[in-house]
């Protein structure tokens, strides 16, 4: 399978534009890569299936497809993201003295990845790469929150409702009542979902297309949380994501909490 694999990319490498678009046939490729012409119409049959190159059907010939576009401007965003958000995460991390995480969508479930820690002993530390369903949490149901209503429904209809990985029970009507509130608010705020004891309050971040793409969370023991803290740190986590989505090119509306 690693032979197929490096094979394909050997192919998708050749078809990089030259600073004009590039454009091959089977036979062209066959030869430049020493692949026998088979060979190359079956890996180039399978790698337009998926969109990663395409065929012009009046000259038979190939060019990168948009799915590598589309990747790569995926790959951007999140570099983008999280070049911007760092500066913004180590401020906020020190004005609230607890700690801070990035966190974006990736299908139907909320990723870390970044954060800054508390610099206090007892403080939160969940690992970069952690994964949970987008209705768990307040970093991941900030997201699903702000998504448009036709995705959130296509995801909430996916969700395995009695199989949760929460510690607290939660409903599919319960969450939709959250996302009602959470959007009006314009933050999230969970507690004892993913780890016992701890409080997570997440804001919105918008990119240039005006879509939410992550969030930026203040998480830490609850018994820090109380009721002057929360509105403290609410406040502040929409100020800094918004912040974060003004250098991003979003132009919307700011969220106020």
Do not use: C
């Not at 314009?186 to 409080?199: D, F, L, P, R």
Request: glycine content about 8%.
């Amino acid at each position: 399978m690693s032979g197929v694999i490096s094979k394909a990319v050997q192919i998708l490498d050749l078809l990089l534009p030259q600073g004009t678009e590039k454009d091959m046939s089977v036979t062209e490729i066959s030869k430049a890569l020493n692949m026998p012409v088979q060979s190359v119409h079956r890996l180039l049959s399978s790698l337009a299936e998926h969109g990663f190159v395409t065929q012009n059907t009046k000259t038979k010939r190939y060019k990168l497809g948009l799915s590598l576009m589309k990747y790569g401007f995926l790959m951007w965003d999140s570099l983008m993201l999280r070049t911007v958000a760092r500066p913004v995460m180590e401020e906020l991390s020190k004005r609230t003295k607890e700690t801070v995480y990035l966190s974006v969508r990736e299908n139907a479930e909320g990723i870390y990845i970044d954060s800054v820690d508390s610099p206090q002993v007892l403080k939160i530390s969940e690992p970069i790469g952690l994964r949970l369903p987008l209705f768990i949490g307040a970093s991941n149901r900030v997201i699903l929150a702000f998504l448009n209503s036709g995705l959130q429904k296509t995801l909430l209809d996916s969700f395995e409702w009695n199989d949760i990985p929460s510690l607290k029970p939660l409903s599919r009507e319960y969450i939709e009542q959250e996302l009602a509130m959470i959007k009006q608010n314009g933050y999230a705020i969970t507690s004892s979902e993913a780890t016992e004891g701890t409080t997570g309050i997440g804001a919105p971040i918008f990119s240039y297309e005006n879509t939410v793409i992550g969030s930026l969370n203040v998480a830490g023991p609850s018994i820090r949380f109380d009721e002057e803290n929360v509105e403290k740190y609410a406040n502040l986590a929409i100020k800094y994501a918004n912040l974060i989505s003004n250098e991003l090119g979003y132009r919307g509306k700011s969220r106020h909490g």
